[in-house]
Each structure stands twice: as C-alpha cells, then as structure tokens.
C-alpha cells in the first residue's frame, strides 16, 4: 500500500522557520513531481511549490523567496524550508507525489500554525 508521510509541522512565531518533511513509500513506479499544498481553514487547498525529478522547481508567488522545495530522489523525500514564516501561512500542509503512470498520492497532512 501506497505511504505519503509528512513531518516537521508545528508552531512558529512569526518572523521563524520550519522544515518540512515528506517521504514516499511502497509506489511500483518511478516518481516524478513532487509538491507541497496547503489548506488553511475555509479556504481551498492551494499550491505552494513543487519540484521535478531533474531538480526543477515551481513556486507559488506567496513562497517565492521565503520557501525552498528539495529532493532527494534515492530516498523518494521532499522538503520544504519555510523561512520568515508569517500568520497567514497557517494552514495543513499536504504532501503530494506523482507517479510516471500519472497516479496522484497525498499524505495525511502537518499542521504549520504561524502565532504570536
């Protein structure tokens, strides 16, 4: 059976950072993008950056210059340096990875609350 796990939520006060982890398990075929979303509370669930197997890197503008999305493709892994996280960054966190057969897998999600 198919594992997404995602690590490293927690809560931050503004102006700090967090790393997220996430690690794929048990998919048959190769995996090829890889991505965080997010989904704060009454909102849809949003992309915030995602990343290739050859190492290219896509970023929401909300995480363009703060966060930082990388792999480690021997370990089927994905990361995300949140740096200067701010308030309305609070939201679950969703793994995603995406199979060479186009099959989607998400994880379960890690709470990241942003307060003061």
């Known amino acids: 059976q198919v594992q997404v796990v995602e690590s490293g939520g927690g809560l931050v006060q503004p102006g700090g950072s967090l790393r997220l982890s996430c690690a794929a398990s048990r998919i048959i075929f190769r995996i090829k993008t890889m991505g965080w979303h997010r989904q704060a509370p009454g909102k849809e669930r949003e992309l915030v950056a995602t990343?290739?197997?050859?190492?290219?890197?896509n970023y929401a503008d909300s995480a363009k210059g703060r966060f930082t999305i990388s792999r480690d493709n021997t370990k089927d892994t994905v990361y995300l340096q949140m740096n200067n996280l701010k308030p309305e960054d609070t939201a679950v966190y969703y793994c995603?990875?995406?199979?060479?057969?186009?099959?989607?897998?998400w994880g379960q999600g890690t709470q990241v609350t942003v307060s003061s």
């Open positions: 995603n990875a995406g199979s060479s057969i186009g099959s989607q897998f």
């Open positions: 990343i290739t197997r050859d190492g290219n890197t």
